[in-house]
């Protein structure tokens, strides 16, 4: 069935930069929103980023405005995170997430499908 699935994570060193990926399949790909969430150790998993279901609206946490930008390659069944000016306090899982017809919202609990995540660490 449908699956989503992250790569691209690694380490890198506070200011580099890192372009993650999540490659959906089982789904008519262009009629979800696709979200990047993340989640470090001991902390609440949090909002990074969205695209809405017609591709024409973006939105992103105010703790990567201006750094992350999110775009989508349907012809892929991909969703990208160009993630530059890396800081230490971006380390943490990376998950994509899918909604139907999904509008970009930042509530975790309206996504249908999550992928396994991907390990960003930036090392000061």
């Known amino acids: 069935q449908v699956q989503l699935v992250e790569s691209g994570g690694g380490l890198v060193q506070a200011g580099g930069s890192l372009r993650l990926s999540c490659a959906a399949s089982?789904?008519?790909?262009?009629?979800?929103?696709i979200a990047w969430f993340r989640q470090a150790p001991g902390k609440e998993r949090e909002f990074v980023a969205a695209?809405?279901?017609?591709?024409?609206?973006?939105y992103y946490a105010d703790s990567v405005k201006g750094r992350f930008t999110i775009s989508r390659e349907l012809a892929k069944n991909t969703v990208y995170l160009q993630m530059n000016s890396l800081k230490p306090e971006d380390t943490a899982v990376y998950y994509c997430?899918?909604?139907?017809?999904?509008?970009?919202?930042?509530?975790?609990?309206?996504?249908?499908?999550w992928g396994q995540g991907t390990q960003v660490t930036v090392s000061s």
């Open positions: 695209i809405n279901w017609p591709g024409t609206g973006t």
């Open positions: 089982g789904l008519i790909f262009s009629r979800y929103a």
């Open positions: 997430a899918a909604e139907n017809h999904g509008s970009g919202t930042s509530r975790d609990r309206s996504y249908d499908y």
